[in-house]
Nanobody
Framework: QVQLVESGGGSVQAGGSLRLSCAAS????????MGWYRQAPGKQRELVAS???????TYADSAKGRFTISRDNAKNTLYLQMSALKPEDTALYYC?????????WGQGTQVTVSS
């Protein structure tokens, strides 16, 4: 079992920055990848960024150049540094962890970007 708790969401003006955090606990040894999804009202959940245990990160086209995913294994925490935020980045952001054959989810943290 893996438990995930996100934090760091909030309201920001366009062009601003936020850093999301996802604190993980439980069977950390079983995790092989982590990442962030987001879901805007009326839209499907979409993958924003992911990072493997070897540090290889992938990004959605919408996030490339603006968002950076990182992981602090000593703190069992996943981060998403977001800059140059746009109103279309407004969504509920969820972190996830893939452990063996199970994907675990956090409860989500809201990001609202105003123009």
């Amino acid at each position: 079992q893996v438990q995930l708790v996100e934090s760091g969401g909030g309201s920001v003006q366009a062009g601003g920055s936020l850093r999301l955090s996802c604190a993980a606990s439980g069977s950390m040894f079983s995790i092989n990848a982590m990442g962030w999804y987001r879901q805007a009202p009326g839209k499907q959940r979409e993958l924003v960024a992911s990072i493997r245990n070897d540090g290889i990160a992938t990004y959605a086209d919408s996030a490339k150049g603006r968002f950076t995913i990182s992981r602090d294994n000593a703190k069992n925490t996943l981060y998403l540094q977001m800059s140059a935020l746009k109103p279309e980045d407004t969504a509920l952001y969820y972190c996830y962890a893939d452990a063996r054959w199970t994907r675990y989810w956090g409860q989500g943290t809201q990001v609202t970007v105003s123009s």
